[in-house]
């Protein structure tokens, strides 16, 4: 199940596209003034470039980074659920992606997409998720909706969306929490279907595409609204969450800290400002029981405009 000659490298390449492409769009809600600064790296383990936009008009922090890294053992963080490949020398490249909007009422979101090499094996994984202060059942559906549409590629659509979602479900939460971080999407890993490698990297790259055609609707719906110290205070806490999340429980994070990968890039994913406390309990009630406990989203009956009842 090895890879052709130049599949690797042509991935790679598509992921260079994405990442031109998000970094341009994400930087045109802010208005002229924003702008991600580039900031390439070259290291011992391979290649790669951050970008990052900090402080921006919609944007508090947003981060597209890129890496093509090699190295003598895969980390234990990717041997976890492969022990047959503890010690295999691999390689990996990937798009990572994070946003953490200005405005409260506007979602985070995170967007992952890999393909790691390690010894004959080759297996796709990613995914993305949104991670809501402020929950919408309109943001939610065209989430969802967005991604059921992304796994149509790999044959029936409600069968794959179906089992990345519990697996994202899965993933995304804070067991000494007992919450989900976000409202979901999709997660994948261990991605191969029986060596069909074009139908894997179209899935992949279309989840890539999928995040921007469902996230910058959303963003464009949020980022103007009003808001004052109490939301701004709410926000703050529940970013607590998402750090707790990334600095705990993420493998990806883990994949990069025990790789030796690049400190500031993998960190690039934390939002600037948190705090831990002063959360609106009601505010909180109401989005751990109408948002963030794991339900069919397709489902849901959307009233333009409007939150959760």
């Known amino acids: 199940m090895s890879l052709a000659a130049g599949q690797f490298e042509a991935f790679s390449e598509a992921l260079n596209r994405h990442q031109d492409d998000l970094c341009r769009d994400l930087a045109a809600l802010g208005g002229a003034g924003d702008a991600f600064e580039p900031d390439p790296w070259r ?23 890129r890496s093509d890294v090699a190295g003598d053992a895969l980390p234990g963080a990717a041997t976890e659920h492969r022990p047959e490949l503890h010690g295999a020398a691999f390689r990996a490249t990937g798009l990572s992606v994070v946003v953490h909007p200005r405005n409260p009422h506007a979602p985070a979101a995170h967007l992952n997409v ?8 080759w297996w796709f994984g990613g995914g993305f998720d949104l991670t809501p202060c402020y929950g919408y059942v309109e943001d939610c559906v065209d989430w969802h909706r967005t991604a059921r549409q992304c796994c149509g590629v790999l044959g029936d659509a409600d069968t794959f969306y179906g089992s990345f979602k519990r697996a994202c479900d899965e993933y995304f939460h804070l067991p000494h929490r007992r919450e989900a971080r976000g409202i979901g999407g ?68 883990r ?39 794991p ?15």
């Open 255 to 293: 994949f990069g800290l025990q790789s030796g990968g690049r400190i500031e890039s993998i960190l690039a994913s934390l939002p600037p400002e948190v705090r831990w406390g002063g959360g609106d309990r009601s505010e909180e009630e109401r989005l751990l029981r109408d948002f963030l406990a």
């Open 295 to 309: 339900r069919d989203w397709l489902a849901q009956e959307v009233r333009s405009g409007g939150a959760a009842p």
């Open 43 to 65: 290291s011992d383990l391979g290649v790669g470039e951050t970008r990052q936009l900090i402080g921006g008009a919609a944007l508090e922090r947003a981060a597209v980074n």
């Open 114 to 121: 890999r393909l790691i090499t390690a010894g004959a094996r």
């Open 186 to 253: 999709i997660f994948f890993d261990d991605l191969a279907l029986d060596g069909d490698f074009p139908r894997c990297q179209d899935f992949a790259l279309g989840v890539a595409a999928g995040f921007a055609r469902a996230y910058l609707p959303i963003l464009g719906r949020r980022i103007g609204s009003d808001y004052g110290e109490a939301e701004r205070a709410f926000q703050l806490h529940r970013r607590g969450r998402y750090v707790e999340f990334n600095l705990v429980h993420d493998r990806g994070t």
